[in-house]
């Protein structure tokens, strides 16, 4: 069965800093571009930042600075780095593959399960 799974989530005061991870596991060959959503309560979910599958990465204004996201294909997963947390920050972050490639064929628009991050003045 193929997953997506965040880790890495939890609570941390402001200016601390959380990794989170995007792991896919089942029978993956690789995955290609990934990003990184949050959505927090009562607002709707929006793209926080991506990576290419060549390692290109971009940013939403509200993180850029502070956010980084790298991978690491042999282990198919991706990493979002927070640094410089802030309250407005605590969201559920989500990770979604735009395709993935198995031993079955691609799949597409694949979304995890999510991860709460709080963040506290």
């Known amino acids: 069965q193929v997953q997506l799974v965040e880790s890495g989530g939890g609570s941390v005061q402001a200016g601390g800093s959380l990794r989170l991870s995007c792991t896919a596991s089942?029978?993956?060959?690789?995955?290609?571009?990934v990003g990184w959503y949050r959505e927090a309560a009562g607002k709707r979910r929006y793209l926080v930042g991506g990576?290419?599958?060549?390692?290109?990465?971009n940013y939403d204004d509200e993180v850029k600075g502070r956010f980084t996201i790298s991978r690491d294909n042999a282990k198919n997963t991706v990493y979002l780095q927070m640094n410089s947390l802030k309250p407005e920050d605590t969201a559920v972050y989500y990770c979604?593959?735009?395709?993935?490639?198995?031993?079955?064929?691609?799949?597409?628009?694949?979304w995890g399960q999510g991860t709460q991050v709080t963040v506290s003045s």
């Open positions: 089942g029978s993956i060959l690789s995955m290609n571009a």
């Open positions: 979604n593959a735009d395709r993935l490639e198995t031993i079955d064929g691609p799949m597409y628009d694949f």
């Open positions: 990576i290419s599958s060549d390692g290109s990465t």
